[in-house]
């Protein structure tokens, strides 16, 4: 795991634009248009070429294909998975139902524009109705192969690749209750986890659903933790035999830009993300509603050889953090659980869906990338 031994380390989540042209491609297919594989590949390729080149420039040390071969990052997994079907389980309505009722008139147009607008690949529902298995080898190899050839030598602290926790597949109709459902969607999402290792990279297991459970759910805090739990040992269970120090945890809160009042602290949910077998956990603490984040650590003790990837600057603003800022949100954390143990990131993803209408402008992220390494560069200065 990369860590802030010498100067302040950059990251991010994972997610970027897509460009038109395989957005174009992912929506031929989605239709059931015939598409050429071979030209897929090729503007696959070039897209994940693009997206690493464009890290680099801005400065980003632990980089990301940006995704740019999945539909959208938990959606994806319905092409590598048996098992499923269409199903017409929770919109996106439906999870964030407290938000909604509460700014109603804002989330009718904000969920028209954003997120779930202007996607090139509709993210239906699944519903497990049978036995599920990983079938998906030939799509990771591809983007495995895509990013190796981008990213040249470089090795498993430089270059991490994002999956879907099981908490993120579908909807069980098929097993006797949902933790042996949970195991068996780990089960088959541990030949992804692994063949990312295996290539040379850091996995990073997206784990939003988990907190979201914490802000929306209609439940007691003892009856959100007995659901979290399941969660936290499905995932554990596809790590097994994955080193800790090769594994990134990331949540946030689902909504991007908005109100975002049910948001739960993360001092409701920090002792159960830490037992995640993860050596780095991403977490938001950019955006107002989280920049106080940081206080949870006067109290939280981190597990040995853990490191933070606090959000610095945030997916929910187009405004471009001034470096001043960013450093000042470094420091913060720094000073609470050691310099080492920081890597500075984003909130989040800036296109979570291959969509044609990100939210964030793709010139406005590379901007707020470019912040980031200089602010980077300015909290190294007053911490070393």
């Known amino acids: 795991m990369q860590r802030s031994v010498d100067r302040i ?20 297919s989605a239709a059931g248009e015939l598409v050429d594989q071979e030209k897929f590949d090729t503007v696959h390729r070039q897209a994940v070429a693009d997206a690493v080149a464009r890290q680099r420039a801005a400065g980003l040390d632990v ?10 990052f938990f959606s994806y997994i319905g092409q590598r998975l048996s098992g499923y079907t269409p199903g017409a389980g929770r919109t996106t309505q439906d999870k964030f139902r407290p938000e909604i009722d509460a700014f109603p008139e804002y989330y009718e147009a ?11 690949v509709p993210a239906p529902s699944l519903d497990c109705t049978g036995p599920v298995s990983y079938i998906g080898q030939e799509q990771i190899a591809g983007d495995l192969a895509a990013l190796r050839a981008a990213v040249g030598d ?7 690749v994002c999956a879907v926790a099981p908490s993120g597949v579908g909807d069980n109709h098929y097993y006797r209750d949902e933790e042996e459902y949970l195991d068996a969607v780990a089960d088959a999402l541990h030949v992804e986890y692994r063949a990312i290792v295996d290539a040379g990279f850091t ?3 997206d784990e939003p659903f988990l907190t979201e459970e914490f802000s929306y759910l209609p439940a007691s805090h003892a009856e959100k933790l007995e659901t979290v ?17 090769r594994v990134r945890l990331h949540t946030c809160y689902g909504i991007n830009e908005g109100p975002r009042v049910h948001d739960a602290p993360l001092s409701d949910l920090i002792d159960t993300l830490l037992q995640i077998d993860a050596g780095a956990f991403s977490f938001e603490a950019a955006n107002p509603r989280h920049e106080h984040s940081y206080h949870v ?7 040995p050889d853990t490191v933070l990837l606090p959000g610095v600057i945030s997916h929910a603003t187009s405004i471009v953090e001034h470096p001043d800022t960013i450093a000042d949100r470094i420091v913060r954390f720094a000073e609470v659980v050691g310099r080492e143990n920081v890597v500075a990131s984003a909130d989040c993803g800036f296109s979570s869906q291959a969509t044609y209408i990100p939210e964030i402008q793709p010139k406005i992220v590379w901007a707020k990338f470019e912040a980031l390494a200089e602010g980077a560069r300015r909290a190294t200065a007053r911490l070393w």
């Open 203 to 205: 996995l990073q297991i």
């Open 154 to 160: 470089a090795g498993p602290d430089e270059v991490f």
């Open 63 to 72: 980089i990301s294909d940006g995704e740019q071969g999945k539909a959208g």
């Open 297 to 303: 650590f006067e109290t939280v003790k981190l597990p």
């Open 229 to 245: 739990q399941l969660y936290v040992d499905a995932i554990n269970r596809g790590l097994a035999g994955i080193p800790r120090d």
């Open 9 to 28: 380390y950059t990251t991010h989540v994972g997610s970027l634009a897509r460009p038109v042209a395989l957005l174009d491609l992912m929506r031929a």
């Open 110 to 120: 904000y969920f028209k524009r954003a997120m779930t607008g202007g996607m090139a």
